[in-house]
């Protein structure tokens, strides 16, 4: 059974960092493009940021171009997201999700089968 693990979450000042963490199980990362969404309170889920199946391809929305990064580990079978120069704006539950994602660099998408539970980013000073 395909299962996804987020960690990383916390409180965390405004301009301040942090990585999430996506532990997948149940199938191999290597094959498979995978990305996080976000939601914020009181705003719909969105999709921020994925990486493709062989790593060819990466999107991001441009709410957090040119302060996330996504990257992904095929030995721990794990995928993250660096975030940096956090703002109040980027408080939200983040969730990381797989399936038969269609991820380019222009377009994040397709039937996202699997979700993780989702961990908790607040930032406030």
């Known amino acids: 059974q395909m299962q996804l693990m987020e960690s990383g979450g916390g409180l965390v000042q405004p301009g301040g960092s942090l990585r999430l963490s996506c532990a997948a199980s149940g199938f191999t990362l290597e094959y498979y493009a995978i990305g996080w969404f976000r939601q914020a309170p009181g705003k719909e889920r969105g999709g921020i940021s994925c990486?493709?199946?062989?790593?060819?391809?990466?999107y991001y929305a441009d709410s957090v171009k040119g302060r996330f990064t996504i990257t992904k580990d095929i030995v721990k079978n794990t995928v993250y997201l660096e975030m940096t120069s956090l703002e109040p704006e980027d408080t939200a539950v983040y969730y990381c999700v797989t399936g038969l994602v269609v991820c380019t660099n222009y377009y994040f998408g397709g039937n996202l089968d699997y979700w993780g539970q989702g961990t908790r980013v607040t930032v406030s000073s």
């Open positions: 990486i493709g199946s062989k790593n060819t391809s990466t």
